[in-house]
């Protein structure tokens, strides 16, 4: 659900594992397909069929000289044998044709199955061959017209007439795919290449009549080619694990009769991409019109021919950044459609090649109108709500020296982690969320506009922009606690390296699992705890480290290593830190994250050292810090973040205040102690609720930290303002920069007046900000 101008429609959830409501097929890890290794070929030493021949061999001269014994006859080999002459092997005045031999030997290894196996390939020649592991099938040509007989329906003895073709598991590449053979399925209306190792699809198999295409669990990396197959209704492409949801639109925009794709309704995805198309178009006939007014007539083709692509692709920008892969494709696309009409050819050397059937899916295709999920109900604004800034929410209650501060408008209410998709559900408890790292090499100020958030049995992952939901992930019977993100460099099978965006989840059942957001999968689940797991969080520095804390009061590293060829994590446990009461964050050490992470727990705050070159795999607290007053010094510590590499941000040691403390100056004064005192830069103002577990965030880069409180309101605080003030303000704690009201959006025909603000982030850039609550409503704001 969401709130303001309509956006484009949502697309379909993501779901994995039983958790699925809609009867979608699951997608967890235990039914991803097993990737064989390609067998190896025969080897030059003597192989069992020999060993059989030879033997088989032996047996039949012994025969014959019996026989001819019997019979007081010499010479008894047929005149046929003689014949052979050096073709065959002498022995006893008979000749043993070598052919024969080594079909007897292939009959004797494989029993009953004969020379060929149409059950499991590619009519090719199977023999076995003996290992350490026992005897394994070697397969050895490519398709056939043979097999594809085998395999169709009906049966026939004429391609031509095959309407059904199932290649499946035949552990088949691209190169497998002969056009020329395919080519005569003329008509062919059903293909199944599900579960072999397929990574594109040949350009030019002239199917032009299929209509139902299953790809499941294969390595497909691009789906232009699919443009070939006009009538398609059914497509599967479940277990590709490097499509993502920019292909995911390009399929609906190049098959005008899409009906179903991965069992589901393609409506919505449909409309979301005419949308999405109309506005491109648009602006990409304004970016036309308007450069083309800049040029003077002799120069205007030769202009156009060299600039106007490569301007309107760095120039058009439209919808979320998830979807910028599709964005650039058809601002490329149409952009070169313009240039073409004008009778201008554009020659790019890099430019993509475009389908050939493109322009015609272009036109738009009458489908029924988006759906959306049970679950995404929305909330509206009320009207003098709805286009509002923060500041006229809450006005600053900074000093009158102080900076403006940055003006917010709320932009979307999402309520997204219902339970049993209810609609009514204003109840489920949202815990933490988590944006997606810029992973872009050499894009200054990259930034991410995509979200995770959990809560419920649900992870969603949400585009802030639009505030659509991107990917759900549902385990039932659970209750999420916490996410975390990295990026891993995976090798494919033909050594291609993709990035990877993987997501951990854990919280009640003690499990961490690690989904392949793009993808739509769970690829990996590690028992971590027996406990619930309160939170965790990567390490800056490794990227397959992982800590989790847990009410078992343990603090685990684990290594979840790189996933293999059938895309299984391996993880293993580098190091235990025993803790003495329950962490609630964790905080790896800014300026020397390798070294030290810190911790804050029902007891206080503590640090441990975590240098994996220490013998000692299980560890205790090194230092506990403590703040002034005794009263205080024990209290539960549930908000910890570095606003820069040396200032600490802590919540929870004292009523109604944050503590901005050196962690520099305060290490240094530590000596041999394992209880230290931190030193205190500053302490800010917050809400003097007695209520605990409210967590907060900084924005390093902006030095601004976030914390949201029993009111459903939204604390911002400019830290670089405060530690520039000469002297440091140590006696009166700072007023907050400004703060944020809840903007009581409007759900099931009620205002929602209250609500408790549990956890509010904010990305790298502060552009995007997201507040999580207690009552199931995820509200984005957006800096104006």
Request: hydrophobic share 35%; proline share 6%; charged share 20%.
């Amino acid at each position: 659900m969401k709130s303001g101008a309509a956006g484009a429609a949502p697309l379909p959830d993501l779901t994995c594992g039983g958790c699925c409501q809609g009867g979608s097929p699951p997608r967890c890890r235990s039914q991803i397909r097993q990737v064989r290794m390609p067998l190896q070929p025969h080897s030059r030493r003597t192989s069992g069929a020999a060993t059989a021949a030879a033997a088989i061999a032996a047996s039949w001269r012994a025969r014959r000289r019996r026989g001819a014994a019997g019979r007081g006859a010499a010479g008894s080999c047929s005149p046929r044998a003689r014949a052979r002459g050096p073709q065959g092997t002498r022995s006893a005045g008979c000749f043993l044709p070598v052919v024969s031999a080594t079909r007897l030997a292939r009959r004797h290894l494989l029993g009953s199955r004969g020379a060929t196996d149409g059950r499991s390939g590619l009519g090719r020649r199977w023999c076995r061959r003996s290992g350490p592991r026992g005897p394994r099938l070697l397969a050895m040509g490519p398709l056939s017209a043979r097999l594809l007989m085998q395999r169709g329906r009906p049966k026939s003895d004429r391609l031509g007439k095959i309407r059904s073709l199932d290649l499946s598991g035949l552990k088949l590449l691209s190169e497998h795919l002969d056009p020329k053979l395919l080519s005569r399925l003329t008509q062919l209306q059903e293909l199944d290449l599900s579960n072999n190792q397929l990574e594109t699809l040949p350009a030019n198999l002239g199917l032009s009549h299929l209509r139902i295409l299953r790809c499941a669990n294969n390595q497909l990396g691009d789906v232009t080619t699919l443009c070939q197959f006009p009538q398609l209704e059914e497509l599967s492409l479940e277990g590709n694990p490097f499509l993502t949801v920019s292909d995911n639109l390009k399929v609906s925009f190049l098959l005008p009769k899409l009906r179903k794709v991965n069992g589901k309704d393609a409506s919505s995805t449909s409309s979301q991409v005419e949308s999405l198309n109309r506005e491109l178009t648009s602006r990409v006939t304004a970016h036309w019109e308007k450069f083309m007014a800049t040029l003077s007539p002799e120069e205007e083709a030769e202009k156009a021919q060299e600039d106007f692509v490569r301007s309107a692709i760095r120039d058009v920008r439209y919808g979320p950044e998830s979807l910028s892969e599709f964005t650039q494709w058809r601002v490329r696309m149409i952009s070169e459609e313009l240039v073409a009409s004008s009778g201008i050819q554009v020659h790019e050397a890099d430019s993509l090649e475009r389908p050939s059937k493109a322009t015609a899916a272009q036109e738009p295709r009458a489908k029924p109108g988006a759906l959306k999920r049970p679950d995404d109900v929305p909330l509206n604004l009320s009207p003098n709500k709805r286009v509002c800034t923060a500041p006229v929410e809450g006005s600053p209650v900074g000093s009158d020296d102080s900076q403006p501060a940055p003006k917010l408008e709320p932009l979307h209410f999402l309520q997204c982690h219902s339970k049993n998709n209810s609609p009514r559900d204003l109840e489920t408890q949202l815990w933490a969320c988590a944006f997606e790292p810029a992973w872009e090499e050499g894009h200054v100020g990259a930034t991410s506009q995509t979200v995770a958030t959990c809560g419920g049995e649900a992870v969603c992952v949400i585009d802030c922009q639009t505030g659509i939901v991107l990917h759900k992930y549902k385990a039932p019977g659970e209750e999420f606690f916490s996410v975390a993100w990295t990026a891993l460099m995976v090798v494919t099978q033909a050594g291609h390296k993709k990035r990877w965006s993987v997501l951990a989840a854990a919280g009640l059942r003690g499990l961490v699992r690690l989904l392949h957001v793009r993808a739509g999968f769970c690829c990996g689940v590690i028992r971590a705890h027996k406990k619930a797991i309160a939170t965790l969080c990567f390490s800056p520095t490794h990227e397959t480290h992982l800590f989790t804390a847990s009410y078992d009061k343990r603090i685990i590293l684990w290594d979840i290593g790189v996933p293999n060829h059938d895309y299984e994590f391996q993880a293993s446990q580098l190091l235990t830190l025993d803790t003495t009461s329950i962490p609630l964050r964790l905080c790896p050490v800014a300026s020397c994250p390798d070294a030290y992470l810190l911790a804050g727990c029902e007891g206080g705050c503590c640090c441990w050292d975590v240098r994996l070159d220490q013998p000692q795999k299980r560890r205790v607290c090194d230092v506990e810090f403590v703040f002034e007053g005794s009263e205080a010094s024990r209290r539960r510590v549930d908000g910890l973040a570095f606003v820069n590499d040396d200032v600490v941000a802590s919540k929870g040691n004292g009523l109604g205040t944050i503590c901005l403390w050196s962690w520099s100056q305060t290490w240094l004064g530590r000596g041999s102690q394992s209880t230290v005192a931190v030193v205190v830069l500053a302490r800010l103002q917050w809400s003097h609720t007695e209520l605990a577990y409210f967590s907060l965030s900084a924005c390093p880069d902006e030095g601004i930290v976030l914390c949201g409180d029993e009111e459903g309101n939204v604390w911002v605080y400019d830290i670089k303002r405060i530690l520039t003030q000469q002297p440091l303000p140590l006696a009166a704690p700072q007023a907050p920069t400004q703060i944020l009201k809840w903007p009581q959006p409007r759900a099931l025909g009620q205002a929602v007046t209250k609500t408790m603000v549990n956890t509010v982030v904010a990305n790298p850039t502060f552009t995007y900000l997201t507040a999580l609550t207690d009552s199931n409503i995820v509200a984005i704001w957006r800096k104006h």
